[in-house]
């Protein structure tokens, strides 16, 4: 019986583990991102988005000491794990980490939002919402393969604010990046004058079909860094930011905290596939765990 | 230093809100959203808002679906929000709060019927201490999308357009 027994208690370590980090990813802040609050907030002159960017912080870290959501808009899990080569993912192990999800929304809790009712019934509403917190149930998994030899659980909780404004297009890059670049700054300017919630942390992928554009602006959330900007990324924010549009559309310079951009692999071709989420003021709401209760 | 709002709001409290005031509301205040507001407008088309027991009259409308998770601003430019500033206005609504831009079209009902967008911060952790009452008003079918009104205290807000200005405007 013993097996038996380890086993049910690793797969419940899974799931307390995963239920613990969505509510931390719903509540609290980076410590990189509070930093990049901090410099926004010395750096703005416009009264008003300062009072912005102070309130968002202030409510982070009083949503992080009274470990409630930041926003009622909880999101929609979305699970990225890391594999390493020696690691083995089961079945037991995706439903271990579905039922912590479903455990954290209805801990944090999560705005009831999951729709009932068949095809149409989903698409116009008409089913009802189910009531509880832990129906909402998270978008497909990604899965990337790493050299480190870890399984390592990424949670990100996507508000409907972002998803209303972000887009998968194609671009027709003239063999320039700065038309790539330029299209970008385009599309976040407009981002920023119609999602209200910012300032904006940009996170956009590059890739070779919608698919693959899409993972790769996931992975870009997950691996983007306040801290550590790309020329590239640099230029992007500047380029967005000097729409003046400001921190929940008050005016000044700090429309967008940071881009985090992702390029994957590209075609021999004139199109890029660009991914992009104007993420909100909270977002991304990201938390990593190590599996370490996991087979080996 | 920040206005403070009681409600139900006057014609004349509203007369002299500026572009730009950082304003407090106290009081009872309807939070509606994508689902409850076109309702709402059916309801007054209808002649059916005499038979209830909503007050539009110098109201505030937090466009805000109420769950568990608390309660936060939605976009108040989606269609169906968007929608439903004309009819809520000429009814006595005086004063929006929710997030990101509004038309000029928007812009211009609330001049004609001296009502004001406010911008609220989606400060949800904030609002939980400060929302002291909420319950269901209308439509309970659509659950966390019901129409409800919240008895809240000071809550913050910054006034986005009033009189056919806009912040953005007053900012350039």
């Not at chain 1, 870290?61 to 959501?69: C, D, I, S, T």
């Not at chain 2, 009502?115 to 952790?125: E, G, L």
Request: glycine share 8%.
């Amino acid at each position: 019986m013993r097996p038996i027994t380890e086993a049910a208690n690793r797969q419940r370590k899974i799931i307390q583990d995963v239920r613990d980090a969505l509510v931390r990813a719903s509540t609290t802040f980076s410590k990189d991102k509070i930093v990049a609050y901090q410099q926004a907030i010395t750096a703005e002159k416009n009264q008003h988005a300062r009072w912005a960017l102070e309130i968002i912080l202030e409510n982070a870290l009083v949503a992080e000491k009274n470990q409630g959501p930041m926003c009622d808009d909880t999101g929609i899990p979305h699970l990225f794990l890391e594999i390493g080569p020696k690691r083995t993912v089961s079945g037991e192990l995706l439903y271990a980490i579905q039922e912590g999800i479903a455990e954290g929304l209805r801990f944090l809790p999560g705005r009831p939002m999951a729709i009932m009712g068949h095809d149409k019934q989903r698409l116009d509403q008409t089913g009802g919402l189910d009531p509880d917190p832990g129906a909402v149930a998270p978008a497909p998994f990604l899965i990337k393969q790493v050299d480190e030899d870890v399984l390592r659980l990424h949670i990100l909780m996507e508000g409907g604010g972002p998803a209303i404004r972000g887009k998968v297009y194609r671009v027709f890059h003239q063999h320039d990046v700065c038309t790539v670049r330029d299209e970008i700054v385009r599309w976040g300017t407009e981002a920023v004058e119609q999602l209200g919630c910012t300032p904006c942390t940009l996170t956009i992928g590059i890739g070779r079909s919608h698919y693959e554009a899409a993972a790769m602006m996931m992975e870009a959330q997950v691996f983007g860094s306040y801290a550590v900007q790309s020329e590239l990324e640099v230029s992007i924010t500047e380029g967005v930011n000097a729409s003046r549009v400001g921190p929940l559309g008050l005016g000044g310079g700090s429309s967008v905290l940071a881009t985090f951009l992702k390029v994957g692999p590209q075609r021999a071709s004139g199109v890029r596939i660009v991914c992009f989420r104007p993420c909100c003021c909270f977002e991304p709401r990201l938390e990593s765990i190590l599996l370490e209760a996991s087979e080996h | 230093m920040a206005i403070d709002i009681q409600t139900p709001i006057s014609d004349e409290v509203i007369a002299a809100l500026r572009v730009g005031d950082m304003v407090t509301i106290t009081g009872y205040i309807y939070a509606g959203r994508d689902r409850a507001l076109p309702k709402l407008v059916r309801m007054i088309e209808d002649g059916e808002i005499e038979n209830s027991d909503i007050q539009l009259q110098g109201s505030v409308v937090f466009h805000t679906a109420v769950s568990p998770a608390g309660v936060g601003p939605t976009s108040s430019n989606k269609v169906e929000i968007e929608s439903s500033f004309r009819t809520l206005s000429k009814e006595g609504v005086k004063l929006y709060l929710g997030k990101g831009e509004i038309s000029e079209i928007t812009i211009a009902f609330l001049e004609e019927n001296n009502a004001v967008y406010a911008v609220i911060p989606p400060v949800t952790a904030l609002l939980r201490s400060k929302t002291l009452e909420q319950k269901v008003v209308a439509f309970p079918e659509e659950g966390i999308e019901a129409l409800h009104v919240l008895k809240v205290l000071k809550i913050p807000a910054i006034i986005a357009v009033a009189h056919g200005l806009t912040i953005r405007e007053d900012n350039n």
